[in-house]
């Protein structure tokens, strides 16, 4: 598929292919220069620890084609250093945060035909991952790795857009107490899919986990980041060592206090206590911002704010984000890494 042959206003999240991604490869200590190429087929051997063990992550970050018809990146260096953390907890080699960033930089401007144009709220989102790779049997971490990057058009990942959704609590947990749950790492999200497609038969956007240990604190919202607005105006998202920690929701704490003028804290969420929230959301690269209606806690249907309508501090949170992003409004001091 060609970039004329986009319809941009029906863009979802889906997979399209586009001409070049980047690939570099980890063997003997050492990564290669790494390279663009054509192939979107990965050839791997069938022993490899990503396959049967895995030994893999990921990370997921957006370019965004301003006014003026520049590109940004939004925050790389922060990807680059989650991936670090991740590669450190599988034990598997890091990409360095300067070659991450220009890998990215080189997959946008190699598919800069399938950039979204500004104004049609779509965006390019990014796929850098690194999994291990050669012939292995044991248990064990990988002779070989390869880092890559390749990139997709996309529209909103929540059909609607910026409109409020419900969502259930689930009896299944995302991730073990002390486990992989701040690692951005396959696993988790293999054991999100049976409680996800639970909550999708029962209509509802996702389910939302609670923290492993107790099942009394809120944790995550599906593949995303769950926040609140107090009564008393304080922006409030869970703190959780078994929490993936989201580029998108400290970009939030920061806007809500330098921005909006908020009280913004990491603290618990206790599902018992919602009644203290006028307004709740989502957050994450993928959803940037999707307004919470009402969740669904056993026999309990709680609503914030509205089930039709977004809170007016959600939406000048996502407004001032999405300003920042597609170069609109100006971004605090290194958050914006130009492509062109």
Same mark, same amino acid.
């Given at each position: 598929m060609s970039s004329k042959e986009i319809d941009w206003s029906t863009l979802g999240f889906e997979y399209i292919k586009t001409d070049l991604r980047y690939v570099s490869i980890w063997e003997n200590g050492k990564w290669d220069e790494g390279t663009l190429t054509e192939d979107n087929v990965v050839h791997i051997a069938e022993g490899s620890t990503a396959i049967h063990y895995g030994q893999q992550c990921f990370e997921g970050l957006k370019a965004y084609r301003c006014k003026d018809g520049s590109i940004n990146?939004?925050?790389?260096?922060?990807?680059? !250093?989650?991936?670090?953390?991740?590669?450190?907890?599988?034990?598997?080699?890091?990409?360095?945060?300067?070659?991450?960033?220009?890998?990215c930089k080189q997959v946008v401007a190699a598919n800069e035909a399938y950039m979204p144009p500004y104004g049609s709220g779509g965006?390019?989102?990014?796929?850098?991952?690194?999994?291990?790779?050669?012939?292995?049997?044991?248990?064990?971490?990988?002779?070989?790795?390869?880092?890559s990057v390749f990139c997709c058009p996309v529209g909103p990942y929540f059909k609607g857009g910026l409109t409020p959704t419900n969502f259930v609590i689930s009896e299944y947990d995302r991730a073990a107490p002390n486990g992989t749950g701040a690692s951005k790492v396959g696993g988790n999200y293999a054991a999100s899919l049976y409680p996800g497609k639970i909550a999708k038969d029962r209509e509802f956007s996702d389910c939302i986990y609670l923290d492993p240990a107790t099942h009394t604190k809120i944790e995550e919202v599906g593949a995303a980041n769950f926040f609140g607005i107090t009564k008393d105006d304080r922006f409030v998202t869970?703190?959780?060592?078994?929490?993936?920690?989201?580029?998108?929701?400290?970009?939030?704490?920061?806007?809500?206090?330098?921005?909006?003028?908020?009280?913004?804290?990491?603290?618990?969420?206790?599902?018992? !206590?919602?009644?203290?929230?006028?307004?709740a959301g989502a957050c994450g690269t993928a959803a940037v911002i999707s307004p919470i209606g009402?969740?669904?806690?056993?026999?309990?249907?709680?609503?914030?704010?509205?089930?039709?309508?977004?809170g007016p501090v959600t939406k000048q949170l996502y407004d001032e984000l999405c300003g920042i992003q597609f170069g609109d409004k100006e971004a605090p001091e290194g958050w914006i890494y130009k492509v062109k």
């Open positions: 990146l939004f925050r790389p260096d922060q990807n680059a !250093k989650r991936m670090k953390a991740s590669c450190d907890r599988l034990l598997m080699p890091e990409f360095p945060e300067d070659r991450f960033i220009d890998a965006t390019m989102y990014l796929r850098p991952y690194l999994i291990g790779i050669g012939d292995n049997l044991g248990v064990r971490t990988a002779p070989k790795f390869m880092f869970p703190l959780s060592p078994s929490i993936l920690p989201s580029i998108t929701k400290y970009s939030l704490l920061y806007l809500a206090e330098h921005r909006l003028g908020l009280k913004a804290e990491e603290s618990d969420v206790y599902i018992d !206590k919602l009644d203290e929230f006028k307004e009402g969740i669904q806690n056993g026999d309990d249907f709680h609503v914030f704010y509205s089930e039709s309508e977004v």
